[in-house]
């Protein structure tokens, strides 16, 4: 077995903690964990965009979304919706309980090409959480970039995932903060209709000198895109995260293929111009 | 590479010396199948042309095995399955074709699975002449340069013998009264003459070369609705592929009072329909036309990674198995044909 030894396990689960959960809104809640070994929760660092598996024994696995950002290393946010075996299981799972986590897989956004630029998050609904990660990671590391802005839409003021969080972030002056919700209900103070339609709130902006990141559900990209494309921002400076089946998260199990490439090794983070390039991303 | 002789004759009594260098598995019949297994006698391996059913990907990326016995202590890998092995008779292309799967596995991170598999066993290729249905003239893995710890080129009353790796260097110095260090001018005659006959044997072919390009072009034609319409969808194709290297995960329990089981990896088959479906429902490749252009880009155009080298090695396995005729020959044929499709 000496062959074997040699050679690092990348399938294998870590134990980790849950440090605390609590619903966000119906059918999704907020886990903050941290591996048990204090060396690796110090030491796990990421970048926004990517994602980590998350183990249940007897249940299964499957990839979440990073939620927290790097730039507070320690802790591993998700934001979950309950759809599943492993999400059923994963809900029933209390502060100080034991899961199993591997990563951090993907390649995450491209920050680099983001360094100096304005930036516009946008994003519909579930979507919010792999985009949480990359507007903290831009507010901790703020004189790093230009402007920013986070649009953000949801069906209902109900189902406004961190609702507080973002609406005290409106207090912020180095960030516009842009929130709608289809179906308002009589205390909506924020925008009304689907989130395309702040983007004639936006001001006038020098397009090459903007990276605009998009996340939600399939439905939404084409419309955003559009409005993008509009404000001239180059196809390859809109960048967006995919979602995919995936049994590996090391492009392995082949589940996540997209053409020719692996989702969980080439993605989940892809600009729009890769879209049209590789076909069947979108 | 060394090059060295052996007289037909030795060939059994050499390949069963090959027991000190690890656990002997070969093709052997199995209720009149021929299938890659150990072997437990010399005897029982069958060496020629025909190739197994299921290809030899099956003693590297196994059907079916624990990665992971689990309990309230959490997931302790389990390498059972890998053992010290000496894998005797492997064909040409599929010396290739575990060749391709090493793109897959090996590379970073490693599969520790695969890897291990890998390295702790020494493959004794074959030279075999074409049967019915052989396309590896067209694939250009009728020859193979490495990948091998020996091959074996048989010209019948004696081999030429290729050493590929140490290791098969010292197999053959472990019985080195077998081997002639001289090959003779009338030899390398004798070998080219095996190797021309060879290739007049092929009956068919097809344009592999220009696959990757008419992949591309063709993404949006009929013919994946066509092909598409015909499919069952039963997965055969991948389970026969050599370079089909897709795989499922499921945790089982242990039948007992304790939280305990194991993670087991089994083959999959992108023409399932659950394989691209995603939580809250949504497919990704909802229809059957959709599948078959993922796996036919991945045998036609580039396998891996981008740029990559097509998966398809040529075995005609596919030719063989699929029960609707879908297949390297016919998917080739309808995409560069001006004609109607499939009937």
Redesign the interface.
Known sequence: ?T??EA???????E?ARVVRQYELIKNHRFFQVRFRDVNRAMAFSYKPGQFVMV?L??????PFCISSTPSRPGIIEMGI?K??KL?DALFKKKDNDQI?VRGPYGNGFNLDIMKGKDIIIVAGGLGVMPLRSVLYYVLDNRDDFGRLFFLYGAKTPDEILFKSEFLQLKEREDIDCLYTVDKPTPDWTEHEGVVTKMFSCLPKLDPLNVIAVVAGP?IMYKFVIKELLELKIPKNQIQMTL???M??G??????C?L???YTCI?GPVFTYWDTLHF??LI | MRVMKMQAKFLEVFLESLENFGTLYGPQRKNGVLTWDRLDDIKQLVLGDEHTLIPVKKLFHPKKFSMFNFDEGGFQPDYSVIEKRVVIGVHPCEIHSLLRLDDIFLVAPTDPYYGGLRQSSAIIGFSCLPTENCLCKSTGTDIVEEGFDLFFSNLEDFYLVWIGSSLGYDMIHNREEFFEENVTHDDIQKYLRWRADRDKLYKKSFDFRNMPDLMELSHADEAWNDFGEICISCGQCSMVCPTCNCYNVTDVFDVSNTPSGRRERMWDSCMFVDYSLVAGGHNFRGTRADRLRLWYTHKLKAYGREFGIPGCIGCGRCVETCPVGINVLTVSEALISPEVHIK
Request: overall charge positive.
């Open positions: 077995m062959v074997v050679i690092a396990n990348p399938f294998q689960p134990p183990s024994p007897g249940i299964g696995e499957a919706r759809t599943g999400t199993y399939p979602e995919r089946r049994k590996c090391v492009g392995k199990c082949g589940h293929a053409d020719h490439l080439q076909k069947e």
